[in-house]
């Protein structure tokens, strides 16, 4: 067997013991600061991650490192209170781990959100924005032998955002109010933030907003068909060379924490409509 299906394999079943027979739905995977959806999960198995085989600690800011499984929405789901991302220097294989394990227990919807920072002129702080596709400047998580139990070698990625999911999502948003963006997201390395000269040049890519995660997890989620929502919290905006401003990594989670309120009901609904 394929190292990287023996860690899987163990790691789900580990995850299955814990969960005692609860069957989730969907997946949702919540970025810096947004953690609070989890608050809103009832009758919660609680997870972290470092239990977990094969799984190490999550050290980005705003990251608590749970798997919470419980019922939103009248829907069992697996949230994931952060994340693993390429930056804090784990191979792909194990940023992509968690999803992995997601689609093992049975998962056929994934939710992913995260803080992002904006290109688009139109966006302002605090704004939601619905992905509709995106660019990855990350390296691409299956590359290597391929692991057939998930599926092909070379998955189709024209529509990596269901779109009858953003339909759905635009309908439920409209309904409570809450305006939503929507845009092409792309996601690069990091640990720092953009100069302005390359938010200029992802602008110049047709990226709306920029990041440094969900294209890996999106990637290996519609490989094994899971259908995929994504949506960001706008938490900063680009600047020009000239402005005497510092990206300030805690005011991110700070507005993301704000916006995190919102989202939570659009995902409810949504969870509740699947």
């Not at 999803?99 to 093992?104: A, D, E, G, P």
Request: with cysteine; glycine share 10%; charged share 20%.
């Amino acid at each position: 067997m394929d190292k990287r299906m023996s860690v899987i394999e163990e790691a789900a079943a580990f995850m299955s013991s814990w969960l005692d027979g609860r069957k989730p739905v969907a997946g949702v995977i919540l970025g810096s600061g947004l953690g609070q959806l989890a608050e809103e999960i009832e009758d919660p198995i609680v997870v972290p991650y470092v239990r977990v085989p094969g799984f190490p600690a999550a050290t980005a800011v705003g990251h608590k490192g749970n798997f919470i499984c419980g019922n939103l929405g009248g829907k069992c789901v697996l949230a994931m209170q952060g994340r693993y991302h390429y930056y804090e220097g784990y191979p792909m294989d194990t940023v992509v781990l968690p999803i992995r394990v997601m689609i093992k227990l049975g998962i056929k919807y994934l939710l992913v959100s995260n803080a992002a920072g904006a290109m688009n002129k139109s966006f302002n702080i605090g704004d939601l924005m619905l992905i509709r596709d995106h660019i990855n400047l990350l390296p691409n998580p299956l590359i290597g032998p391929n692991l057939d139990e998930f599926g092909p070698r070379f998955p189709d990625m024209t529509c990596a955002y269901d779109l009858a999911l953003q339909d759905r999502m635009l309908k439920i948003a409209e309904k409570q109010g809450v305006k939503l963006q929507r845009g092409i997201y792309v996601s690069c390395t990091g640990p720092t933030y953009e100069t302005p000269a390359e938010y200029t040049y992802y602008a110049s890519m047709g990226a709306d907003n920029v990041g440094m995660s969900v294209t890996p997890e999106v990637i290996v989620a519609r490989h094994a068909g899971i259908r995929v929502l994504g949506m960001s919290v706008i938490t900063d905006i680009a600047h020009e060379a000239e402005d005497d401003y510092i990206t300030d990594e805690n005011e991110i989670v700070r507005q993301a924490d704000l916006a995190s309120r919102k989202m939570t009901g659009l995902f409810r609904e949504l969870i509740s409509s699947l």
